[in-house]
T-cell receptor, first 113, second 115 residues
Framework: EAQVTQNPRYLITVTGKKLTVTCSQNMNHEYMSWYRQDPGLGLRQIYYSMNVEVTDKGDVPEGYKVSRKEKRNFPLILESPSPNQTSLYFC????????????FGSGTRLTVV | AQKITQTQPGMFVQEKEAVTLDCTYDTSDQSYGLFWYKQPSSGEMIFLIYQGSYDEQNATEGRYSLNFQKARKSANLVISASQLGDSAMYFCAMRAVYNFNKFYFGSGTKLNVKP
């Protein structure tokens, strides 16, 4: 089944403890992106990647890192999480930067205490 | 600038009736795609329907249809024969081919289907 897989679905962590949210797609998509969703603010882009080893900042990159060493994987790294990073996170992919359709992962609900 | 406006924060519809969720957009791009996503309470984003800016016919996917009026820059979602499982948040979104790294979302409409 063609899909974007995020793990974990739910995570509660403490301030300052490094964490990684994994994202993997099995559709050979070139373009991948991370979003966070917050009440009243909608979905905001964190980082995106046009292909392997090509990443760039979105609208809210502060406090996050990403890497794209393989085409299928695009992990989101929080080096020192803070409570304001409590949010619902989505990974998404599309065939290419020019192709419209986005496939979203199931989301990761992160709570930082 | 590109912007998506969904003016209905919440709506109710009776089961088995049709409902229209409004979406207007603002873009200076000529080539773009419009999307609708459903987000149930479990949180995942489910793709419903897509309309390309050059598509002359309105898109349809089962009970979902997109009423695309390009001159008015509107892309309303029509759900026919509402079901209880349609209760969810619905987001309108747009992506332009020349501004591809931007996927703009509206603020969403919370639909409640009443039995």
């Amino acid at each position: 089944e063609a899909q974007v897989t995020q793990n974990p679905r739910y995570l509660i962590t403490v301030t300052g403890k490094k964490l990684t949210v994994t994202c993997s797609q099995n559709m050979n998509h070139e373009y991948m992106s991370w979003y966070r969703q917050d009440p009243g603010l909608g979905l905001r882009q964190i980082y995106y990647s046009m292909n392997v080893e090509v990443t760039d900042k979105g609208d809210v990159p502060e406090g996050y890192k990403v890497s794209r060493k393989e085409k299928r994987n695009f992990p989101l790294i929080l080096e020192s999480p803070s409570p304001n990073q409590t949010s619902l996170y989505f990974c998404a992919s599309s065939l290419s930067a020019e192709y419209y359709g986005y496939t979203f992962g199931s989301g990761t609900r992160l709570t930082v205490v | 600038a590109q912007k998506i406006t969904q003016t209905q924060p919440g709506m109710f519809v009776q089961e088995k009736e049709a409902v229209t969720l409004d979406c207007t957009y603002d873009t200076s791009d000529q080539s773009y795609g419009l999307f609708w996503y459903k987000q149930p309470s479990s949180g995942e984003m489910i793709f419903l329907i897509y309309q390309g800016s050059y598509d002359e016919q309105n898109a349809t996917e089962g009970r979902y249809s997109l009423n695309f009026q390009k001159a008015r820059k509107s892309a309303n979602l029509v759900i026919s024969a509402s079901q209880l499982g349609d209760s969810a948040m619905y987001f309108c979104a747009m992506r332009a081919v020349y501004n591809f790294n931007k996927f703009y979302f509206g603020s969403g409409t919370k639909l409640n289907v009443k039995p």
